[in-house]
Nanobody
Framework: QVQLMESGGGSVEAGGSLRLSCEAR?????????MYWYHQARGKGREIAAQ???????AYDNAVKGRFTISRDNNKKTIYLQMNDLKPEDTGTYFC?????????????WGRGTQVTVSS
């Protein structure tokens, strides 16, 4: 089982920036992983904000495209989410998740989340 620990959340004013980090422990060397940042606003379900494949390909939700950047440091087993030009609708809990490839069982693990609050 992979353990994930998010950090970097906080409170900022609209237009500000935050950088989230997610450290993964327990990744298997023979597995490939897709890693995600999910956003959950109060009273709503989790939605994918950004994802990064094992080969570095990235994808973003339209709501954050051009403002957020996901990246990974394989040596540190950490992914990041650089969040710029933050908007009040970005407020919520951000969860990191990791999905193993089919060969490794397509298993998904989750972190506990980190809170982001953007004031107008």
């Amino acid at each position: 089982q992979v353990q994930l620990m998010e950090s970097g959340g906080g409170s900022v004013e609209a237009g500000g920036s935050l950088r989230l980090s997610c450290e993964a422990r327990g990744l298997a060397k023979n597995c490939r992983y897709t890693m995600y940042w999910y956003h959950q606003a109060r009273g709503k379900g989790r939605e994918i904000a950004a994802q990064i494949e094992d080969d570095g390909r990235t994808a973003y939700d339209n709501a954050v495209k051009g403002r957020f950047t996901i990246s990974r440091d394989n040596n540190k087993k950490t992914i990041y989410l650089q969040m710029n030009d933050l908007k009040p609708e970005d407020t919520g809990t951000y969860f990191c998740s990791v999905l193993s490839n089919l060969f490794c069982g397509s298993h998904e693990d989750w972190g506990r989340g980190t809170q982001v609050t953007v004031s107008s």
